[in-house]
């Protein structure tokens, strides 16, 4: 199905039953390609003529990380966790074909409206799975990835059961050993939310013998408070060698103006934060 044969607008909409909000698929009409709505505001962007056209400031920082930490080309197995119209699915399709991929979405509604309305990419092997992102990885008992993506998070709303030091254990112990932990926080100026999830997850990755947490982000947000995300990487994989070469492609490939934060660079920034407040 091409970007120009979607079903008719009729069938790109669908009442979300867990959040009793409605989602639509809409056309780009700034950037092109199609956007998921919920409750009517943007969750998604998807260009179906190229999926590595990434809209999000946030996920193009994870995607410039996924093209690191791994060689070119190579399969991964990777989970999302809350995963929106499955734009980062796409992007490791078409730039890892063969990855075996993992996604928990609590709306059973979404991913049968996304993937009928967005058709993906040919080849995809994605694995869905319906429900609460903590009790569906905690019944995977064993199962391991390379790359495990949280993106659930949304200020203070987010739920509380996620947003702890027990889950990041949790998600921690479902990578490979030389694995990373990706997760997207957005917060509100105060960043109050943002700080204590720094701080959980700092805790946890010490807890596991793990160096500490990394963080990518606007450099703006740093300085002055505004709301924004923050992409926090946690896990084996940042023990590498390889991740002061890393850390120069992520800045390099911004956006830009780009910050990338090492353990004890993210403690400092966050002990800054704390003082503004």
Do not use: C
């Amino acid at each position: 199905m091409t970007p120009s044969a979607l079903p008719p607008a009729s069938q790109r909409s669908v009442q979300l039953a867990f959040s009793d909000q409605p989602a639509w698929i809409v056309k780009d009409e700034v950037d092109g390609g199609w956007v998921l709505q919920i409750g009517g505001a943007e969750q998604s962007h998807v260009d179906l003529a190229d999926p590595t056209h990434i809209v999000h400031e946030y996920l193009l920082r994870m995607t410039h990380v996924l093209d690191a930490f791994r060689p070119a080309r190579e399969p991964i197995r990777i989970a999302h966790l809350g995963a929106g119209a499955l734009t980062l699915a796409r992007y490791v399709q078409t730039t890892r074909p063969g990855s075996a991929q993992l996604t928990i979405e609590i709306e059973r509604e979404l991913p049968t409206l996304v993937t009928t309305a967005l058709p993906l990419p040919v080849g995809t092997d994605l694995e869905i799975v319906i429900g609460d992102a903590r009790e569906e990885l905690a019944a995977m008992d064993g199962r391991r990835f390379d790359a495990l993506v949280i993106d659930v998070f949304s200020g203070e709303s987010s739920p509380a059961h996620l947003a702890s030091k027990d889950f990041y254990l949790e998600a921690l112990d479902h990578l490979e050993e030389n694995g990373l932990l990706l997760v997207n926080v957005g917060d509100d100026a105060g960043q109050r939310f943002l700080a204590q999830q720094v701080r959980d997850l700092e805790d946890a990755a010490e807890d596991r013998g793990l160096s500490g947490v990394w963080t990518l982000t606007h450099a703006s947000l740093l300085t002055r408070p505004a709301d924004g995300n923050m992409v926090l990487l946690a896990g084996g994989a940042l023990s590498s060698p390889d991740v002061e070469q890393w850390r120069t492609a992520w800045k390099r490939a911004g956006p830009h103006p780009a910050a990338v934060l090492d353990p004890d660079e993210t403690v400092e920034a966050f002990r800054e934060i704390g003082r503004r407040r």
